[in-house]
């Protein structure tokens, strides 16, 4: 019986521990519409309706992986709010955050979405959907600051805020603790499990704390490529002693990749990198090694003097084999291209082997709003009754300040404005105002105030004061007079009562305290007393003028000195990261898939385009052929020509750099192989060809007309600016002409072929070396000195534009003749104004002239000889977005001429010029002009 009892108590003391572990877990199911319990992994999931969150709706996500949760995703308003989740932590512990995104298809009109994604007052990253039917996940590891954190999203940028999941896993003891964590976060960047027996990711219930271990299967998340020849998988069942500091599952240890001829050698994406990581590698020897050999290597690449030199012999390190060594780098600079190979040593009589990766980036923890201005905020929110504004979430300044307050810029932001007239505010002024210095404005007005002012003064930058129609009662404190900055002061309808100070009514500050019953004015009699008391206020004052001044003067040289040190990080930051890979644009790491390109054996490629056997053209750096994926997908394979050009590694980085950049008028780059010599990129097949083609080809193929021909310049030039500015550094096409602008199936244009050699130099110069480009496109001003700009392409550019036009080609003797090309043919005519005379035969008679001459001009500016002249990109793109109005009829010929837009207000078009120098129409600000009739 005893022991039966014992028996139930250990039974239900384990069950309470086991139980324990996962109530502690925080699962929120973000748009779910009730709470249940996953059947695959056991975990309780909470829906996030009313309770959790009060803002967004629910949507039903139309594709998901089969998980509950991904069934439907919480839609934020598109406003200038940040909506954040706040979860319960326990201060100074360790967690796991995990923020999930998957957004289902894509529905007609929805842009794909883009917003930032906050930890606090920290940005965590920016969220970017470039596939709506994949998951993006975001893991942060932090020691909580505090008895809260809030993840906030917000600031989007295209399409509207959200979120599927948000996860919150606490970890044990010490695990992932870092020298740095009091001040930074570390985002994790890749965790992977070598030699994994499928593609799935394993996590809870093998990991008791519900880590993501991806598969190094997964191809689609690409970003990771072993490239070591006799690379072997192996695996045991045996168990493994994991009981180090980071507690890996079992699970993940009893695999592993083995280099059985030497070496093991891999390269991975980290996204947002370059930066400071914290870096794991997990060992344990899971092969059972004889008593003659031995397993010893070291780590050639990075090259780390510390960490390069050891060797590494795992059951020696680990103190028996089937035991986990996790040797860890605190602090490392990366490249976001990570290539790492682990080679034996000469006397050791097997490769290397390896179980596991983890890598994650520092993110400086940024502070929040001071914590004494925040307890007022929340004592004037309890003031009042659930209305909505006291719901406002997470930090009062940012990422997004509250309606109702306003922030200085400082760090940590302070509040210089609470605006709360009306709002229907119940009791006292709360005392702790007074630690609020850096308040300018107080608006407090309309209220049901009671109580006294309290003691403010230490609010000596107050400027405005809105206390009027309350209930307010007692004196006013005499230092008000004193306030340097005061400007206004509204207390009338109160019942404030004894004298008025004296400074208030210089004149100098607007006062209104009407209908106050007790309050009056000094008597005239006591005004020599008055006066010494204000002599003596007025030295107060000023005494307390140089205190705050001076203090105010220490405050800012300390926040300077720590400017400057942060200012220094940042310089040795940069030295340490090679400017070829300084790419910005930001995205987090993969899980599903990013839409990162990937690697692709060459035998599949073989596979898909039967062995290369339907070519489809030629690009500037090689033959194009037809392929199709297993999956169905249509691709353009290109095999690149002329293979001494480009080392290996700088293609690799160079894929690498592009897989990044995704523009929807962007041909996009979806994998990529260097095998044998031979290297390989595919591309999305693009059904409608060249736009080439389509204005150059056979006669009944032209039925291209206006409208679709804006709609193409339109999609082109979008391409082209987002290479030009949203790329940084920026890049430079280098080689613009109709023949590397495709169509897709729905005769949209998406621009090709961009970026393959080197992107723009990040110094001014951009001076190369590669001459690129083809004859007819090629800017003069780079003949002359071989500098090339993205004016370089604004100049080819406007050659297409002119081809659109026009229905010529870039160059032709039987058109032009042997001296001229299509620029000094449409130039001599414009110049006449004769644009009529340069319109492609096929559109004449369906065209309206004045969008003709609206991109006859920017055209011209375009092929400026000199690239000063040139316009840029967005410039260009307002002039065809105007055509497409004028001809669509939406815009009055009217505006065309006002001035209006931006590109005719900062300069004086090519048309009116014209008509200046020809001095036929003085009068040319109303009316609509058309050239062509005169
Ligand atoms: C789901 O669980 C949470 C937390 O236990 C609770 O607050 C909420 O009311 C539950 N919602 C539903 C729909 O049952
Ligand atoms: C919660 O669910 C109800 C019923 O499904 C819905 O009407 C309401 O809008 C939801 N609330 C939020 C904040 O999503
Ligand atoms: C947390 O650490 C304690 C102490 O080492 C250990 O007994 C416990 O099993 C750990 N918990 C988990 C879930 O690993
Ligand atoms: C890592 O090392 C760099 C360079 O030595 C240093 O600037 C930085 O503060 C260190 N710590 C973190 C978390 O980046
Ligand atoms: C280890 O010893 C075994 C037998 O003792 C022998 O057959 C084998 O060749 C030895 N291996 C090496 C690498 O020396
Ligand atoms: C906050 O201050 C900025 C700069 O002074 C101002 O432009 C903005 O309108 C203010 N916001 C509010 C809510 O008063």
Redesign the pocket.
């Known amino acids: 019986m005893a022991s039966y009892s014992h028996f139930l108590l250990l039974y239900l003391f384990l069950m309470s521990s086991v139980i324990c572990q996962v109530t502690e877990f925080i699962s929120i199911d973000c748009g779910g519409t009730s709470n249940y319990t996953d059947p695959i992994t056991g975990l309780a999931w909470i829906s996030d309706n009313g309770t959790i969150m009060n803002y967004g709706k629910s949507a039903e996500v139309e594709i998901t992986n089969g998980n509950m949760q991904y069934r439907r995703r919480r839609d934020f308003p598109i406003d200038s709010k940040k909506y954040c989740y706040t979860l319960g932590t326990k201060e100074r512990r360790r967690y796991l955050v995990r923020a999930t995104f998957q957004y289902g298809i894509l529905g007609n009109g929805d842009a794909y979405p883009q917003f930032d994604l906050y930890l606090d007052a920290t940005k965590w990253s920016t969220v970017v959907v470039l596939d709506a039917s994949r998951g993006y996940v975001k893991e942060m590891i932090i020691r909580a600051p505090s008895s809260s954190i809030d993840v906030c999203m917000c600031c989007a940028s295209t399409g509207s805020p959200f979120i599927s999941t948000l996860e919150l896993r606490p970890l044990n003891l010490s695990m992932y603790a870092t020298d740095?964590e009091d001040?930074?976060f570390l985002e994790v960047a890749a965790r992977v499990n070598f030699g994994a027996l499928s593609k799935d990711v394993i996590r809870y219930p093998d990991d008791p704390y519900d880590r993501i271990w991806d598969s190094d299967l997964e191809k689609r998340q690409n970003y990771l490529v072993g490239v070591a020849p006799g690379t072997v998988r192996i695996n045991t069942s045996k168990y493994i002693n994991t009981r180090t500091r980071e507690y890996p599952p079992v699970k993940v240890m009893q695999t592993a990749v083995v280099g059985t001829q030497g070496a093991l050698s891999y390269r991975l994406n980290l996204d947002d990198f370059p930066a400071?990581a914290r870096a794991y590698a997990y060992f344990a020897e899971i092969e059972d090694l004889g008593a003659n050999e031995t397993r010893k290597f070291k780590l050639q690449q990075p090259y780390f003097p510390d960490y390069s030199n050891a060797v590494v012999n795992i059951a020696e390190n680990a103190n028996g084999s089937h035991t986990l060594y996790e040797p860890s780098y605190m602090?490392v600079?990366l490249d976001f291209v990570l290539s790492f190979s682990f080679v034996k040593t000469r006397d050791s009589t097997r490769g290397p082997l390896l179980n596991a990766i983890e890598i994650s980036k520092?993110i400086r923890i940024e502070p929040r709003t001071d914590s004494q201005d925040v307890t007022v905020l929340n004592a004037l929110r309890s003031l009042s009754a659930e209305s909505a504004w006291t719901k406002e979430q997470g930090d009062p300044c940012v990422p997004a300040q509250w309606d109702w307050v306003n922030c200085t810029s400082t760090t940590p932001p302070r509040i210089t404005k609470i605006a709360l007239s009306g709002k229907n505010l119940k009791g006292e002024i709360p005392p702790e105002i007074n630690n609020m210095e850096t308040l300018t404005e107080l608006w407090l007005d309309g209220n049901l105030l009671t109580g006294p002012i309290p003691g403010i003064s230490n609010l000596v930058n107050l400027k405005i004061v809105h206390l009027e129609n309350n209930k307010l009662s007692g004196q006013l404190p005499k230092y008000l007079g004193s306030f340097p900055n005061l400007q206004e002061l509204y207390i009338q309808n109160n019942y404030f009562s004894g004298e008025i100070p004296s400074g208030l009514l210089t004149g100098k500050i607007t006062i209104n305290y009407e209908h106050n019953p007790g309050l009056h004015k000094a008597a005239g009699k006591k005004i020599h007393s008055k006066l010494i008391l204000g002599i003596s206020i007025g030295i107060l004052a000023a005494l307390l003028v140089v205190l705050i001044g001076s203090l105010l003067f220490l405050r800012n040289l300390q926040r300077k000195t720590s400017h400057q040190k942060t200012a220094v990080?940042g310089s040795?930051?940069r030295v340490?990261a090679k400017p070829s890979t300084a790419y910005s644009v930001s995205r987090g790491w993969h899980m599903m898939d990013e839409g990162v390109s990937y690697y692709i054996p060459l035998s599949e490629i073989e596979e898909a385009t039967k062995k290369f056997s339907k070519k489809i053209g030629r690009g500037s750096f090689g033959t194009v052929y037809y392929g199709q994926m297993k999956d169905g997908k249509e691709v353009a394979v290109k095999i690149m020509g002329d293979s001494t050009t480009h080392m290996t590694q700088q293609f690799v980085t160079e894929v690498a750099l592009l897989s990044r950049i995704h523009h929807r008028n962007l041909v996009p780059l979806i994998g990529y192989c260097e095998e044998e010599n031979q290297r390989i990129l595919v591309y999305e097949y693009m059904h409608n060809g060249t736009l080439r083609d389509h204005i150059h080809g056979s006669v009944n193929q032209k039925r291209l007309d206006w409208l679709a021909r804006l709609q193409i310049a339109e999609d082109s030039a979008k391409g082209l600016e987002y290479l030009h500015t949203g790329c940084n550094p920026s890049i430079i096409h280098r080689d613009v002409k109709t023949s590397n602008i495709l169509l897709d199936i729905n005769m949209r244009a998406k621009v090709s072929d961009f970026g393959l050699s080197r992107q723009a130099e990040e110094d001014l110069t951009h001076v190369s070396s590669v001459a690129r480009g083809t004859v007819g496109y090629l800017d003069p001003e780079y003949y002359a000195n071989q500098q090339l700009t993205e004016k370089s392409d604004v100049y080819s550019f406007g050659v297409v534009l002119l081809e659109l036009l026009s229905g010529k080609k870039p160059v032709s003797t039987e058109d032009f003749g042997a001296e001229m090309n299509i620029v000094h043919w449409a130039r001599a005519l414009i110049r006449k104004g004769d644009a009529m005379s340069i319109v492609d035969p096929v559109l004449i008679g369906n065209v309206k002239i004045e969008s003709i001459w609206r991109i006859a001009e920017v055209a011209i500016q375009c092929v400026e000889q000199r690239a000063v002249s040139r316009p840029g990109m967005q410039e260009i793109i307002l002039a065809i977005q105007e055509a497409n109005k004028i001809e669509k009829g939406t815009y009055g010929c009217q505006k065309l001429h006002s001035g209006s837009s931006k590109a005719q207000s900062s300069r004086k078009t090519l048309l009116t010029s014209f008509l200046e120098i020809e001095n036929q129409s003085p009068d040319s600000s109303n009316g609509c002009l058309v050239p062509a009739a005169r």
């Open positions: 740095f001040n930074f400071n602090n600079t520092y990080q040795s930051l340490n």
